[in-house]
């Protein structure tokens, strides 16, 4: 038995650290994809410097190779950058709450209004008024109602001969009166970025203090959209950015760029000229996308999730022997709140559907599990492994540590007897059953 537990301890143990050499290497790689994806230079050194110095010194995961472990820290930390402030269209306010659409011409606007007015009415039951702010192509304004009708949207009716500011406040005058949630304003676009657009954007904005202001950006462009987010953002103030034709063969590199350049959020992602291709962000697709390397993303997470899987082993074995001990709790709790449930390591041992039963009825519910990980956290590592240790000076110590109460503490440590005691006795008819590791 001790050769057993030792062997898996023994691959547990780290394989060492990932040195200066390892990450430069890899380094090198990475910076080619991002280039390659049209990523902006300047965002290709800045991400490099900060991923260099926090892979450096990183502990390798067995069973993969440095390289692949770079790349897994690069992915990760992309994830992190494109989407760790990921939000939806944010429409709390007094309605109707005008929403801005801004970009150059032939990015995406008008379809993309209509696609987001479509998507607020039927997910979010809002009631959404359209009103195109471009007056310098009729035909913009007919595209708009067209596609209105066809998401069944209302648009606001054509006046000829207003200013776009006069329309936008037109608009929010017919919302008012119609009881709409929502007013979505496509305004006009021009082939680059000029003042005189500059100006009546920045001017629309003033006269409807819009909740949101997307920048909707074709994914295609590469730097060009980099320089238009930049400049809107400046001139206007964006709150968000749509990124259109991420159905196009592009690598996603501009996503990133604009999302390091603004600081804003990439809240929606058009995937096609109909008016059902709007997505949420998912920026571990981009990731993977702009990196080329999906395959080692995935052979890394394997390697983590086998070692995960390890760990539980080694905690199965410890609860079989009757040592389940309280730093073995917190790693049940965890698995729970990983897997959205009770699962996991419960499941590796014989007949515990009863105590799962149990657990459930306690109404473990996330809150409850997060409170129950603070109070172990707070406790010292001796008394995690030695609960007879906790008195009642120490159990009013950690609930004061924890932010919980003594009723909570004793109600944890109650809930980890019987836990321990029912494992105890499991185990041990389950270990003689087979002969297994008790027997030895
Ligand atoms: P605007 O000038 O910014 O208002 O751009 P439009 O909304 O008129 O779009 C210009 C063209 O791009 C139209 O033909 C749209 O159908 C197309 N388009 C818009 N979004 C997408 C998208 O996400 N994917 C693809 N493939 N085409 C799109
Ligand atoms: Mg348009």
């Given at each position: 038995l001790s050769d057993r537990l030792g062997g898996i301890l023994d691959r547990l143990k780290k394989r060492g650290a990932l040195t200066e050499a390892d990450v430069g290497e890899a380094m090198r790689e990475v910076r080619r994809a991002l280039i390659e994806a049209d990523v902006a230079l300047d965002v290709v050194r800045s991400f490099t410097d900060k991923v260099r110095t926090r892979a450096v010194g990183a502990e390798v995961v067995k069973s993969v190779t440095p390289g692949q472990m770079v790349v897994k820290i690069v992915h990760d930390e992309l994830v992190a950058m494109l989407g760790s402030d990921a939000k939806p269209?944010?429409?709390?306010?007094?309605?109707p709450v005008p929403v801005l659409m801004v970009g150059l011409?032939?990015?995406g606007k008008t379809t993309s209004t209509a696609k987001i007015a479509r998507r607020l009415k039927d997910r979010a039951g809002r009631k959404v008024l359209m009103a195109s702010l471009d007056t310098r192509r009729p035909a913009a304004m007919e595209q708009l109602a067209t596609l209105g009708k066809q998401v069944s949207v209302d648009t606001l009716p054509i006046v000829a001969g207003q200013s776009a500011v006069q329309i936008a406040r037109r608009a929010m005058e017919a919302a008012r009166l119609g009881g709409f949630d929502v007013v979505m304003l496509d305004t006009a676009g021009r082939v680059t970025l000029d003042e005189a657009l500059m100006a009546e954007v920045a001017e629309v904005k003033a006269a409807t203090g819009p909740h949101e202001v997307l920048l909707v950006a074709d994914s295609l462009t590469g730097q060009d959209a980099v320089n238009t987010a930049k400049a809107f953002d400046a001139r206007v103030g964006l709150t968000g950015i749509v990124l259109t034709r991420a159905d196009g063969d592009g690598r996603g590199g501009a996503a990133l760029s604009m999302r390091a350049v603004?600081?804003?959020?990439?809240k929606l992602v058009g995937t096609g000229e109909?008016?059902?291709a709007l997505e949420d962000f998912d920026p571990r697709r981009i990731a993977g996308r702009i990196l080329g390397m999906g395959d080692v993303v995935s052979l890394v997470e394997k390697a983590v999730e086998n070692i995960d899987a390890e760990k539980a082993m080694a905690a199965a074995e410890r609860m079989r022997k009757g040592n389940f001990d309280l730093e073995d709790l917190r790693m049940q709790l965890e698995q729970m709140e990983k897997l959205g449930g009770l699962g996991g390591l419960m499941?590796?041992?014989?007949?515990?559907g009863k105590l799962k039963n149990q657990m459930a009825n306690a109404n473990l519910d996330d809150k409850v599990i997060r409170r129950q990980k603070a109070i172990i956290d707070s406790m010292t590592k001796k008394e995690r492994r030695n609960p007879k240790l906790l008195d009642a000076s120490r159990r009013k110590r950690i609930a004061a540590g924890s932010g919980t109460k003594v009723e909570d503490v004793n109600k944890l440590m109650k809930m980890h007897r019987q836990m321990a005691d029912m494992m105890k006795a499991m185990g041990a008819s389950a270990g003689g059953k087979r002969g297994g590791p008790m027997a030895g």
């Open positions: 269209i944010d429409l709390e306010a007094a309605p011409q032939g990015s603004t600081g804003k959020p990439i109909k008016m059902d499941g590796m041992l014989p007949g515990i």
